[in-house]
């Protein structure tokens, strides 16, 4: 019973570390390292800072929550996903990222910078989150 249980709570601590993939938007194997320090990185030197990058299906934003901890983002729209829309962009007041790239066609979902989540809008899945290491001065960001 005993390793039963934790077998299960292994599981699912794994299970809660992969990135969840909304139906629509494409799996891309991501593995990406970069030096913050890099002069192409200097907004995510601050708190606060962010930088938009490729990879993924649509390219990925890195938004420096901590001193410590980083989150990279698909930029992907989990609910807008067919043909050349359905990619968020970053707000000017910086907090938030929406569809809206395709007039006309934008689902207008709107998600949080610090989690990823629905804000408002029709998207039923947050962003795709990938997961990322800090050591200090390198920045791995991977699925």
Same mark, same amino acid.
């Given at each position: 019973m005993k390793k039963t249980l934790i077998s299960l709570v292994l599981f699912l601590g794994l299970q809660a570390c992969t990135?969840?993939?909304p139906p629509g938007v494409p799996r891309v194997p991501v593995d990406i390292s970069l030096y913050v320090f890099d002069p192409d990185f200097v907004d995510l030197q601050a708190v606060g800072g962010y930088a938009l990058i490729p990879g993924g299906s649509r390219g990925?934003?890195? @938004?420096?929550?901590? +001193? !410590?901890q980083f989150n990279a983002y698909e930029l992907h729209c989990p609910s807008n996903h067919t043909g050349d829309c359905g990619r968020v962009s970053l707000?000017?007041?910086?907090? @938030?990222?929406?569809? +809206? !790239?395709?007039?006309?066609n934008a689902?207008?979902?709107?998600?949080?910078?610090?989690?990823g989540g629905v804000e408002s809008g029709p998207s039923q899945y947050p962003l795709v989150r990938y997961k990322t290491t800090f050591d200090g001065s390198l920045l791995r960001i991977f699925d």
């Open positions: 990135p969840i993939y990925i934003l890195i @938004y420096r929550v901590s +001193i !410590d707000e000017s007041n910086g907090f @938030y990222l929406t569809d +809206i !790239d395709c007039p006309g689902c207008g979902s709107r998600f949080n910078i610090i989690t």
